[in-house]
């Protein structure tokens, strides 16, 4: 049985260009390694040399036309996907190199265990396991389109990317841990790669996963209605999809308007109280700053209020948590413009910021902060004035 991958089933939204330039730098330096022999042996793996520089640029190299051709058939069936969907191209380079060095350890370490020969490896197969395995993590349910050749005939076949995973890397498990001749195939690097591509998803790209999960299962869906229906119905499904997008985008915008509109009456009929917690139903201590500071901004048409000391003491936590102390020091200034009493919401953190402001030549600030402090903070503070 023969199972090729040709290309992931899905609309890609901009030219994966980091994956075509890794293909064309592969094919390169096989030419290069084809007019002098002497580039493969600057560029292969030794197991037992940890050479850090080696751990890299055996990767790019290759054996054989044969040996390149099939690395790229699938390479290019999974990684422009990836690319797009990491949308990061430093990340997704970083991404190919964390690979391309847990395989080259994970081979040195099976040769240290197994007292092998120091045989050299080349060639991109671990850091194309490890596209495999994490596209079987970063897009499971997306289909691939693979030629399927069994006895007398083949055919084309869509399959998950999930599943594809689990045969090609539970293959070359199998043959890893049964076969006393791998055949000159490097399965140790191809198992190691696989597992580094899917660990490095669910370590650093869960959040990326949940960014992308929506949009990622429309496209699928529509992908599923062109192989059954064909592109015709394909683009009426996108339509009927971006009108149904558009109308959710204006009743959240309503529900907004309404929300902010309910808010803008309590503050006016000095309701402060209730329009915070009003306010912490919708936006709790997971909203991003940049998002608070943005309503914050649109609160102060409204004038000085409570409510939005109350906000601005919610910023000040958050920048003190996340150690961007000028910032803090900017909605400080803002509080005490409204009220030179102004309170920020850690009392143990008003010397940490007289002293601050007073650096950063706004006395007036450390001033109101320090004013009548054995009055105001009592013993809360430690420490001298």
Not at 50 to 65: D, E, I, K, R, T
Request: net charge positive; with cysteine.
């Amino acid at each position: 049985m023969i199972v090729i991958p040709l290309s992931t089933a899905l609309t890609l939204s901009r030219p994966p260009w980091v994956t075509y330039a890794t293909a064309a730098l592969c094919v390169l330096i096989f030419i290069a390694q084809l007019s002098d022999n002497s580039v493969t042996e600057i560029m292969l793996y030794y197991p037992q040399s940890w050479n850090p520089l080696n751990m890299v640029s055996y990767a790019l190299a290759h054996g054989s036309w044969m040996h390149l051709i099939g690395n790229m058939i699938f390479y290019l069936a999974f990684a422009p996907a990836l690319e797009t969907l990491i949308d990061n191209r430093l990340r997704y380079v970083r991404i190919m190199l964390f690979i391309a060095v847990c395989a080259a350890i994970g081979y040195s370490v099976s040769m240290a265990i197994g007292a092998n020969p120091d045989i050299p490896t080349l060639g991109f197969s671990g850091v194309v396991t490890g596209m495999i395995g994490l596209s079987a993590y970063l897009m499971p349910q997306a289909r691939i389109r693979v030629f399927w050749w069994y006895v007398f005939g083949g055919s084309i076949l869509y399959v998950p990317a999930w599943t594809l995973a689990v045969f090609y890397i539970g293959m070359d498990s199998w043959t890893m841990f049964t076969a006393s001749d791998y055949g000159g195939i490097n399965v140790v690097a191809h198992v190691i790669g696989g597992l580094a591509g899917y660990l490095y998803g669910v370590i650093w790209l869960k959040q990326r996963r949940e960014e992308t999960r929506e949009e990622l299962s429309e496209e699928i869906e529509a992908m599923k209605v062109r192989q059954h229906y064909g592109k015709d119905r394909e683009d009426a499904y996108r339509s009927k999809k971006k009108m149904q997008q558009r109308e959710l985008q204006k009743q959240a915008q309503r529900d907004h308007d309404k929300f902010l509109a309910s808010l803008y009456q309590k503050v006016k009929t000095n309701r402060d109280s209730e329009a915070m917690l009003q306010f912490l139903e919708r936006y709790d201590d997971s909203t991003q700053v940049p998002e608070l500071e943005q309503l914050y901004t649109y609160f102060e048409q409204w004038g000085p209020s409570r409510f939005l000391l109350c906000i601005g003491r919610m910023i000040i936590d958050r920048l003190d948590r996340e150690q961007r102390h000028g910032r803090a020091i900017v909605f400080i200034e803002k509080g005490q413009q409204i009220n030179p009493q102004f309170l920020i919401a850690d009392i143990s953190r008003v010397p940490h910021y007289a002293q601050l402001a007073k650096d950063a030549g706004k006395p007036e600030i450390a001033q109101n902060l320090m004013h009548n402090a054995r009055k105001r903070y009592g013993k809360l503070i430690s420490g001298n004035w």
